[in-house]
């Protein structure tokens, strides 16, 4: 997890989310790589008729201010001790970090992000949601893992295996398992061959399956959640709700660690 990519803004968040992934660069000696993105499609558009429209003078001030916004974000990594480099791209933010991504090992964003979830869809790389106010401790004192046996929560396990290693404790929660899902066994010897030591802990559904996640980990003072995304289809979360969903929206509890 030594190579890792953070999308820059001007949000409030964005102080947290960066001091998220230098912590997380000192944890695992690794290098940080932000990415300032102007999505110039945005200034375009295309009349009725087929006709376009591009608002130069937009796109030329927009591009001014983001280069304008790395240069102060390089200023700023300069006086750390962390390796990193900045790079602009003019894509929109999904396919900018996609493309990006392709060898990075985590992808950082702030919780409540709403780009989140076809961040994690469109990547083959973990993403880690920053809290909005403070940085995540890293590397994490008590990590909680999210099992339901899914091939999603298992991906999420080998994305995580370079912060549990780190932590001071790890507990696998299973709510409800999976039909012909991998067993909480399978998960703890995976853990144990790579030197982690992990606690199991079952617990009884109160409420919905999100609800008694959340209750779970605030019990056992969760530092970092990791779970899998879209354990089912995309559509039917939005539809009906869901665990992924839940923790997307979710601003406040500890950071999240997402992978499909």
């Not at 993105?37 to 087929?50: H, K, L, Y």
């Not at 791209?89 to 992000?113: C, F, H, Q, T, Y």
């Not at 030197?195 to 605030?218: I, N």
């Not at 969903?245 to 979710?250: M, P, W």
Request: hydrophobic fraction near 45%; proline fraction near 5%.
């Amino acid at each position: 997890m030594r190579s890792i990519l953070v999308l820059a803004d001007r949000s409030p968040a964005m102080a947290a989310r960066l001091d998220t992934a230098l912590a997380l660069a000192r944890a695992v000696e690794g290098h940080v790589t932000v990415i300032v993105d102007t999505p110039v499609a945005r200034f375009m558009s295309v009349d009725a008729m087929g006709g376009s429209f591009v608002a130069t003078d937009a796109i030329r001030e927009a591009l001014e201010n983001d280069d304008a916004f790395a240069t102060e974000i390089e200023g700023r990594l300069r006086r750390d001790d962390v390796p990193f480099n900045v790079v602009r791209s003019e894509d929109e933010p999904v396919d900018a970090l996609a493309d990006a991504a392709r060898l990075a090992d985590v992808i950082v964003l702030s919780k409540g992000s709403e780009i989140a979830g076809e961040v994690a869809l469109a990547t083959r790389c973990p993403v880690l949601l920053a809290p909005l106010d403070h940085a995540a401790p890293m590397p994490p004192a008590r990590v909680c893992v999210g099992w339901d046996g899914g091939n999603e929560s298992a991906g999420a396990l080998r994305a995580a295996l370079p912060l549990l290693g780190l932590a001071e404790e790890v507990t696998l929660l299973s709510v409800t398992e999976k039909a012909g899902g991998f067993p909480a066994t399978g998960a703890l010897e995976y853990l144990s061959r790579h030197g982690v030591k992990a606690a199991f802990e079952e617990v009884q559904r109160a409420g919905s399956t999100e609800e008694t996640l959340a209750a779970a980990v605030r019990r056992l003072g969760g530092d970092l959640l990791v779970m899998g995304a879209y354990g089912r289809s995309r559509m039917r979360e939005y539809l009906f709700g869901g665990v992924t969903r839940h923790f997307l929206e979710q601003q406040d509890g500890p950071a999240l660690l997402l992978a499909h």
